[in-house]
Structures are given as structure tokens and as C-alpha cells.
């Protein structure tokens, strides 16, 4: 599916398809490419970027377009306490131990022949690294109290927030996991990086917030659209639908304007600091796609020699290359 068609399909989606809200040349159009790609292969795949993005949105594409006949089963991994983590995802025989009255099924269970999507895999403490380690590599594991070994038939989704380059460097989380794990990875990026896509956006939002409040669709003024495009949504999609609905909720006219805004928007103050906030972070942006060209300009193109001259790991210099490079179509 193109990215015309996906913007054309929006009213047909939940509001929750909006991470795919966005026009045909921006960056999203390449992480859809990469969906399509890497739904057929049953390898992993690992999608980064920042808290609200949209991680859970790529992940149930990539498992509808997969034709897997098994379905999604989504696990936040940071809402499990470390000691629960084994039990969650493998489930437990009846008796095997105290307090476990019947045989449960695990998330790894429930996703035989679909996809299993863990969240925030960053967050995972390392002794539990291991198992799940083993798991992917042999899709093998084992209930509590179970000497009986299991074959997993699912296909594993992973998602975090977290540089996992410099966790492996800190050991924080072991590199053979890291490395089994992110051969196909999907960055998102940030909703300041797709500024032009937040008009379609709050198209979209004012669509379904005005149909779920009964409501005829509302529209936004000129100065008002100005000021939430100013804006830089460290919250990124998912607070500037939440703002939205809160609009949608809170204003009783047709048209939202600047008065409508929450105090966040108002000072003029605010948003000329802001406006100097991303020029001067387009110019370090600029000065860092600099200094990874004159790198690799002096390195020959080799990426370990590259890092080394920025002092930096090759998988941190890989990360802020790619970055540097969709930032710069």
C-alpha cells in the first residue's frame, strides 16, 4: 500500500492508525516501505524511537501484512516486575509453586503461528536476557515446573525507546541479544521531524473525536495550525492526539482558534524560544551530518574507522547516521 493510499484511507481506519497519517514524500512513506519489506520474513524485528510514536501501530501492520494465520499478542515488558517476566511470558505447571493452582498458558503460547510484539524490550533485566536470548535464537523454551521443552511457532516484534547501542556498551543488556534482535530494524521518527504531516494528523484526530462526541467535524484557523506546527511534541503523536481530543471536548464553536489553545500555546514569548530552540537544532543537526561526512571522507568510507575519529561506538555512529541521513531527504 502507498502512501497516497494510506492517507486516503484514514477515514476507513481507527484513529489509532494515525502513525501512517502522513504525505507521500515524507519520512513515514520509507518506514512503510521497510513494513512491507520485512512483514513476509519470520526473522525479528526491532522498531526504535521515542515514546509515542506509534511502535504498537508498525508492529500490528507488520503482523497483518505478514499472512500469518495466528494472531498478535502484544507484552509491555516495562509493566512486568523482573520476577514475573519468566512466568508472563512462558506461563506455569499447576503446583509448581506455591500459589499455582492451575496450569497457566504464556504470551509465547498464546502467539503460536502469529506474531508476538514485546514492548520496551530495553527494560528487560539481564538474567532474564538470556532465556529470551535462547527463545529467538531456537524458538525453544520450557513452562515453570516443566522439564518438558516447547516449541514456539511465533514470529517476534520488538520495540524500545532506548539507545540499545550504549546499553550494550554500559552492559546493560548483552550485545548477542542486541545483535539477534536488530539485523531488521525500523526507526520511527519523532513528530518534529515530520512537521509536515501534523495538519493531516489533526485532520484525523479532529475527524474521529468529532464522530466519537457526536458532533460535526471541526476545523482549525490558520494561526492556531501555526502555532501547534511551532510546537515541538515531545510526547509526539500521541500527545498531539490527546490535545485534540481535549479541543474537540472543551470548545463549543466550530472553528478552533488561538484562544482555544491550551496556555502551553498562548505566550508569544514561548514560541519565539522555541523557534530559536530548533534553529539552533537545526544547525547542530547540520554541523553533526558535517562531521559524520568529513568521517567517512577520512576513513574511506569505513564505518568502524569513522566512529572512532567521532569517538563514538560503530553501532551509536550507524544510529546517527541513518538519522542524519532521513533527516536530510
Known sequence: MTATEETNH??????????FVFREDGPMAQVLQQVEKYAPISQPVLITGETGTGKEQVAKLLHAHSERPGRLVSVNLSAIPHDLIENELFGHLKGSFSGADTTTTG???RASEGSLFLDEVGDIALQNQVKLLRLIENGVYEKIGSQRSQTSTARFIFATNRLLEDDVA???????LYYRISTFTIFLPSLRERKD???????????????????????ISDEALKRLIQYDWPGNVRELENIVYRLVATVHTDCIDIEHLPSLFQYDQFV???R?????????????????????????????????????SRNTFQYRLNKTAAGHK
Open 10 to 19: 484514514k477515514r476507513q481506519s481507527r484513529r489509532s492508525g494515525a502513525t
Open 107 to 109: 504470551y509465547v503460547e
Open 170 to 176: 554500559s552492559n546493560r543488556f548483552r550485545s548477542d
Open 197 to 219: 504531516d501534523i495538519p493531516l494528523l489533526i485532520d484525523h484526530f479532529l475527524y474521529y473525536a468529532c464522530d466519537d462526541a457526536g458532533r460535526h467535524t471541526m476545523t
Open 272 to 274: 519565539e524560544k522555541k
Open 276 to 312: 530559536q530552540f530548533n534553529f539552533h537544532r537545526s544547525k547542530a543537526d547540520e554541523l553533526e551530518k558535517e562531521l559524520i561526512d568529513m568521517a567517512l571522507l577520512q576513513s574511506d568510507g569505513n564505518l568502524t574507522k569513522a566512529a572512532q575519529i567521532l569517538g563514538m
